[in-house]
Nanobody, 122 residues
Framework: QVQLVESGGGTVQAGDSLRLSCAAS????????MGWFRQAPGKEREFVVG????????RYADSVKGRFTISRDNAKNTMYLQMNSLKPEDTAVYYC???????????????WGQGTQVTVSS
């Protein structure tokens, strides 16, 4: 079973940047697509961005297009989320996720990380 471990969260001011990392161990076909979700207090968990591990194709939620960039390092089995121009509404717990298909966009996730808090103050 794949294990996902996030790191890089923290508290920043609006306009600042943060980079999250997700290290994957035990990768398999269930990690063909990896991505990030987030959950703000009182809200449902939502898809943020995903990446195809082999092809590198990406999909972004409209709310983060142009500000967030997803990437991966195949050799390190690590995925990154570069977040720029952060806004207070980006405040949430960010979860790394993995699945076998792009249906992870709808929440069909095989594995979740434990989450990392991102807080953006105004």
């Amino acid at each position: 079973q794949v294990q996902l471990v996030e790191s890089g969260g923290g508290t920043v001011q609006a306009g600042d940047s943060l980079r999250l990392s997700c290290a994957a161990s035990g990768r398999s076909f269930n990690t063909a697509i990896m991505g990030w979700f987030r959950q703000a207090p009182g809200k449902e968990r939502e898809f943020v961005v995903g990446i195809s591990w082999i092809a590198g194709s990406t999909r972004y939620a409209d709310s983060v297009k142009g500000r967030f960039t997803i990437s991966r390092d195949n050799a390190k089995n690590t995925m990154y989320l570069q977040m720029n121009s952060l806004k207070p509404e980006d405040t949430a717990v960010y979860y790394c996720a993995a699945g076998s298909q792009w249906t992870i966009v709808r929440g069909e996730v095989a594995s979740w990380g434990q989450g990392t808090q991102v807080t953006v103050s105004s």
